[in-house]
């Protein structure tokens, strides 16, 4: 809204203003403002939701014990406050004229709305389940096919529907119509990938401000011609404006982990993970960075991972592999602190992060 009342009307005669025409002061500037926005609001919410949660998130009888004691009675639902955060720095610092903006602005506030519904049925009933998987895999693809056809329909080229592969220079596969699906298996993915994650205080934090700074990264090289064409990466106009949203994303994580931070005040619950999964998913869809993405966020994929093969193992078998899953529950049963799961896979997060961006150089 800054930029696009501020800057295009009165940028020609005022020199000082020219600095807003660049996408990178932009993203800082967004990053400060979800950042301190989440700081100054952040108590005042968590005592909302306290007083209109009378016993806080639910927690499963059949995790670990000690979860039982240390997280009861916190409140959830902290997600809204990093959506309104997003909100407001991609809004005000954003360049309202580009459609990729409003793409990733409209599928994180429905993917948060679909999370926000499972929160409310678990606070309201003060059980764990929410919703049931089916009716939010449904509601999640729902939407993810919505934004995928609107991608196509607006920017319809075959570069659009093609799937680029790391390490191969100009090697891709156009999909056609079922890059809607495909863009709907890694937005649904990435999504429930975070939510299985968010398990532990600040766990799922960690390797989201990671991935999204990798993502940053990548998008503003994307949309520009003389790095895209260096790194024999597909050039994508206009995409390097995603990186004022990514921005106010990592800005409103760390805002949020203040709070999250081990003994945690607030979790961000479905509301928060399910949005900022999806978000970060669709983004590596649109430029066209799926296979660097599921490096980056190795660690989500590993947590997905060992619950599926958790489950098969035990329908086959009735034995489990993991003492529980996801992963980091196995190593909690392990004996390992949650401060030694949430660091250390933190740690992971990083050398995967760094790995990725590596691969963007080998062409």
């Not at 952040?42 to 499963?60: S, T, V, Y």
């Not at 039982?68 to 009675?73: A, G, P, Y």
């Not at 999504?191 to 990264?217: E, F, K, Q, R």
């Amino acid at each position: 809204m800054f930029f696009n009342l501020i800057y295009k009307t009165f940028g020609a005669g005022c020199s000082y203003l020219n600095i807003f025409k660049y996408v990178t002061f932009r993203s800082i500037c967004a990053f400060l403002l979800s950042f301190f926005f989440v700081l100054l609001v952040g108590n005042k919410f968590i005592f909302f939701l306290k007083a209109h949660q009378k016993h806080g998130q639910p927690i499963r009888e059949d995790g670990p014990q000690s979860h039982l004691e240390t997280k009861k009675d916190t409140p959830t639902m902290g997600g809204i406050l990093i959506i309104l955060a997003v909100f407001l720095g991609s809004i005000c610092l954003g360049d309202l004229s580009n459609a990729y903006l409003w793409l990733c602005l409209c599928l994180f506030l429905s993917f948060g709305l679909i999370g926000a519904y499972d929160d409310y049925r678990k606070v309201s009933k003060n059980d764990y389940h929410g919703i049931s998987g089916k009716k939010k895999f449904a509601l999640q693809s729902l939407v993810a096919i919505g934004c995928c056809c609107i991608y196509m329909k607006i920017f319809s080229s075959s570069e659009t529907t093609s799937v680029f592969f790391p390490i191969f220079k100009n090697f891709y596969v156009n999909l056609g119509y079922f890059f809607v699906i495909w863009g709907m298996f890694i937005t649904v993915g990435s999504s429930n990938a975070v939510n299985l994650t968010d398990g532990l205080d600040g766990l799922a934090m960690g390797p989201v401000i990671i991935s999204s700074i990798c993502l940053a990264i990548i998008s503003y090289l994307v949309g520009n011609t003389v790095f895209a064409d260096y790194l024999h990466m597909q050039y994508i106009s206009g995409m390097s404006e995603i990186c004022v949203f990514i921005s106010a994303l990592i800005g409103a994580s760390l805002g949020f982990l203040w709070f999250n931070a081990p003994p945690a005040k607030v979790f961000m619950g479905d509301t928060g993970s399910v949005a900022i999964g999806g978000v970060l998913g669709f983004i590596s869809v649109i430029t066209k960075h799926e296979f660097i993405f599921a490096i980056l966020g190795g660690v989500f994929v590993v947590e997905t991972v060992s619950v599926i093969i958790q489950v098969l193992y035990y329908k086959l078998t009735h034995k489990r592999i993991f003492l529980m899953a996801p992963i980091h529950h196995h190593f909690e049963k392990k004996g390992w602190s949650e401060a030694t799961v949430v660091f250390r896979f933190w740690i992971i997060s990083i050398v995967l992060g760094i790995l990725g961006l590596a691969l963007m150089k080998v062409r």
